[in-house]
């Protein structure tokens, strides 16, 4: 494999954001895992996760819990193969309980281009569902909605 480059524009740090973005919209758990070394470190919250295989089951079962699931992911900073991203996001558990969730997550490329390292830091409160901002058809968010400085997230 070739060796990573470092991110050299906001141009490749915006895709590399906007990819993981989609991939978690889309619920994708391939694209997700395999965007991570086989022994990358990742923290959400209270749960360390070691590896390809821990990130698979936090995720699934994540995916399960939070149902309608949509995100927003902002650039918030990068230099050299790192990169600090803003995000929001949607969904409702099996109750019917709508919640928002505002975090910041860090991550660490390795030589390959792949996260080597996740660091993420959340707020979680419920939310009433016609509060909701994040408005789409599950999947992919469409070009024309608002960013999350536009929603003033």
């Known amino acids: 494999m070739n060796k990573f ?3 050299p524009s906001e141009a490749l740090a915006v895709e590399r954001v906007q990819a ?6 889309t619920c994708d758990l391939d694209a997700v ?6 022994d990358c470190q990742w923290r959400s919250r209270v749960d360390f996760i070691w590896g390809r295989e821990q990130i698979r089951t936090f995720l699934s079962r994540k995916w399960r819990r939070e149902i309608e699931y949509r995100v927003i992911n902002e650039l918030w900073a990068w ?15 099996d109750s019917g309980t709508w919640f928002r969730v505002y975090g910041h997550e860090n ?3 390795d ?6 390292r996740r660091f993420t830091g959340t707020n979680e409160h419920p939310i009433h569902e016609h509060e909701r901002a ?5 999947g992919v968010r469409p070009a024309d909605h608002p960013s999350l400085a536009e929603l003033g997230h």
């Open 33 to 38: 895992v395999l965007s991570n070394t086989i």
């Open 134 to 138: 994040l408005r789409w058809p599950l």
């Open 5 to 7: 480059e470092l991110l």
């Open 111 to 116: 030589d390959t281009g792949l996260v080597s």
């Open 20 to 25: 993981a973005e989609n991939a978690r919209n």
């Open 79 to 93: 230099s050299g193969k790192r990169v600090a991203i803003r995000f929001s996001c949607e969904f409702r558990d």
């Open 107 to 109: 991550w660490e490329y």
